[in-house]
Nanobody, 126 residues
Framework: QVQLVESGGGLVQAGDSLRLSCAAS????????MGWFRQAPGKEREFVAA????????DYVDSVKGRCSISRDNVKSTVYLQLNSLKPEDTAVYYC???????????????????WGQGTQVTVSS
């Protein structure tokens, strides 16, 4: 069992930066794929970023490429999402998720993730 708790969200202005954190309790995720998703009001939850078990393989949705960075600290069982040059369209609840080893692991597929956090709100004003 794994419990995930996100933090670091808040209200910022366009162009500002935030670093979101996701702390895990219970089982560690040193060998797991970590993902970040977001859900804006009235919209479906969408993929944002993912990081492989080795901390090297990364994937980002096109809308955040170049201004977003995902990282992990396996000792602290924490994954981070650095958001730079924030835009109003980045406003959403951000969720972290854990993907355990399977016969096939997909960075972007929500159905491939086994554990989810409660989310942290990011609001970007113009």
């Amino acid at each position: 069992q794994v419990q995930l708790v996100e933090s670091g969200g808040g209200l910022v202005q366009a162009g500002d930066s935030l670093r979101l954190s996701c702390a895990a309790s219970g089982r560690t995720f040193g060998s797991y794929i970590m993902g970040w998703f977001r859900q804006a009001p009235g919209k479906e939850r969408e993929f944002v970023a993912a990081l492989g078990w080795d901390g090297l393989s990364e994937d980002y949705v096109d809308s955040v490429k170049g201004r977003c960075s995902i990282s992990r600290d396996n000792v602290k069982s924490t994954v981070y999402l650095q958001l730079n040059s924030l835009k109003p369209e980045d406003t959403a609840v951000y969720y972290c998720a854990v993907q355990t080893p399977k016969s096939y692991n997909d960075f972007r597929a929500q159905s491939s993730y086994d554990y989810w956090g409660q989310g942290t709100q990011v609001t970007v004003s113009s």
